[in-house]
């Protein structure tokens, strides 16, 4: 089995090697969303920060609601989120083509607009419930023990979904259940112990 996820993570190399810069886009297009999210409904956007100004923020978006008509501030903080579940949701629906993708398209489609989006929201749930000030306390308020509950929840059904969509993506090359089980559990509890001690981004 380990032998198993060393060979799955060494076919992902340059995707992992990337990591790092692909963090930095991945805040752009975060930031990008609240942003449009603003300007759609008439707003201002005052200030755009989408590289980690050393504050403990990876970036954050300050905005002034239009003078008249409605605005959501709800869609606002929940922009980048809904884009995320999009495009998971999109690839998931690409794994399903009978005919099989090349093994980069395949790997970049489950890293990049699968598992990338989906650990983002993470990077700001996880915080959120040890009450981080960040887009979904300005979503939703104090955390409570159903968001908690729903939180475990949509976690469990990532992972569920995570499997099914990257054993059809990849086919042949994809994880068995127990090796994807321990692999994907190491990121979650990863991503648990990094994204408590660092807020995620704030508007």
């Not at 996880?126 to 000030?133: A, S």
Request: charged share 10%.
């Amino acid at each position: 089995m380990l032998a198993e996820i060393w060979n799955f993570m060494r076919r992902h190399w340059l995707h992992m090697l990337l990591a790092v810069p692909g963090a930095v886009v991945f805040t752009l297009v975060h930031e990008g969303a609240h942003a449009a999210a603003v300007l759609v409904q008439g707003g201002t956007v005052l200030e755009f920060v989408w590289l980690p100004p050393g504050d403990g923020k990876w970036g954050y978006v300050a905005y002034d609601p239009p003078a008249q008509g409605s605005f959501s501030s709800l869609f606002v903080s929940l922009a980048p989120y809904l884009l995320w579940f999009f495009l998971a949701a999109v690839v998931a629906l690409l794994s399903r083509r009978r005919r099989p993708f090349p093994f980069w398209v395949a790997s970049s489609l489950y890293f990049w607009l699968f598992a990338a989006p989906l650990a983002d929201v993470a990077n700001t749930a996880f915080p959120y419930l040890v009450g981080r000030e960040n887009d979904f306390s300005h979503a939703f308020g104090t955390p409570s023990w159903t968001d908690l509950f729903l939180t475990a929840a949509l976690t469990l059904l990532a992972l569920v979904a995570g499997h099914l969509v990257q054993r059809r993506l990849y086919r042949a090359q994809g994880l068995g259940l127990p090796a994807y089980l321990v692999l994907s559990l190491s990121v979650v509890l990863a991503l648990l112990c990094i994204t408590v001690g660092i807020p995620g981004s704030y508007l």
